[in-house]
Every structure is written in C-alpha cells, then in structure tokens.
C-alpha cells in the first residue's frame, strides 16, 4: 500500500443558471399570448411587458411582429410532429394504432380548460391572404399533414389512401374547432368515429356470388 495519500478532489462547482436571454423570453410570452387571445388580438406593447424587454429588444430578435408571429407557428408546427408520431410520449405498433392513439389523446386535450384549438388552425383563419409569413407556416404545416395522413392510410390497407387520409383531416380539424365548446361536445367522439372511418375504408368488399 502507498505510504502516500490520495491528492484531494477537486471541488466542482456547477456555473449559475443563465437567465433566459430576451429574444427566449419574447418567444415564451408570445406563444403564450398568441394562443390564448389570437394573433391579431396581441400587440407589441403587451408581449414586451409580459416578458419584462424592452420594444428595441423585441424588434432586434424580430423584424416585426408578423415575424415573430410566424416564429411562434414555426415552434409550434416542431412541437407538432413528435406528438403526432409518437402519441403519449409512446411508439406505436402500426399506422392503424398511431393515428387512432393520436385522435384519442387530442379529444382528451381538447375538452380541458384553456384549449384553444390549433395555433396553426386558427392563423389560417386569422389571416387569408396567402402571403402574410404567418399564413405560409401554417399552410406549409397543414399540406405536411395532409400528406402524412395519405401515408397512414397506405400503411393501413386503405382502398383509397387520398380519401381516408382527407377524412381524417377533417376529423381532426374538427377536433379542433369543437374542442372548444364544451366537454360534452362532438370532440367526445372523435375516436369512434376515427374507427368507424378506418374500418369503412380498410375493410375489403364483398365478394359477389
């Protein structure tokens, strides 16, 4: 055995938590009043108050607010897609069993408190003309789904993929919308219905004899 000691550990310290730089917490308190009150709804003066900046610090990070507006969308539509394929945080066995998991957790969400439909959805009705930054996120992310539910469809034996895939939307869009109603609204119903549509387009016609 050494007659030496063993040189002492060096303390490690851990650096101090870095406060959220401005542009972060102009991006937080958009996404926050966007989505509760509307794009339209929120203006610059009260974004930079809730973040606690200042105009100057807003607009260094965003030209303007219908670009931080698509910023939001753009975070959005990213916090979309991993909901979406793996629904509950949870990889599913088959497209059959994702997009059903999928409808089952969105009408669960969308009769709670606070539910304030799609962010993307609503930008779309928000703004009309096709040009505005907002409006492209959104028809951008809505043209991504439609073809991902086409895929689904595919996957899942559909006679006519275009076609179940388009329902689905539609259901889902509606999901959407309803949510907001009230907890015992169309929203309640969505998964049945999901099935109902799946099985109608999946399931094989009768032979004739």
């Known amino acids: 055995m050494s007659r030496h000691a063993a040189p002492p550990k060096k303390q490690t310290t851990s ?15 958009a996404r926050e009043l966007f989505y509760r009150e509307g794009l339209r709804a ?8 809730r973040a606690g900046v200042t105009k100057p ?39 059959r069993a994702q997009v059903l998991a999928y409808i089952s957790e969105l009408s669960g969400r969308a ?14 009705v928000e703004y009309p003309g096709h040009s505005h930054p907002a409006r492209l996120v959104a028809e951008t992310h809505k043209k991504a ?5 086409r895929e689904l469809a595919a996957e899942m034996g559909a006679r006519d993929p ?12 509606g999901v959407y919308v309803t949510g907001q109603q009230s907890a015992g609204g169309p929203a309640q119903s969505a998964l049945k219905a999901a099935i109902a549509l799946i099985d109608a387009c999946v399931a094989k016609p009768a032979r004739k004899t």
């Open 15 to 29: 650096a101090p938590a870095q406060p959220p730089r401005a542009a972060d917490r102009i991006r937080a308190s």
């Open 42 to 49: 929120v203006g610059v003066d009260e974004i930079v108050g």
């Open 57 to 95: 610090s807003l607009y260094r990070a965003f030209p303007s607010k219908d670009d931080l507006a698509a910023a939001y969308l753009a975070d959005y539509d990213r916090e979309f897609w991993p909901r979406f394929e793996k629904p509950g945080g949870k990889a599913c066995a088959d497209a």
């Open 111 to 124: 009769v709670k408190d606070g539910y304030r439909g799609c962010g993307l959805s609503n930008a779309a």
């Open 145 to 149: 789904l439609r073809q991902r539910l």
């Open 162 to 173: 275009r076609l179940l895939g388009d329902a689905l939307m539609l259901l889902i869009e």
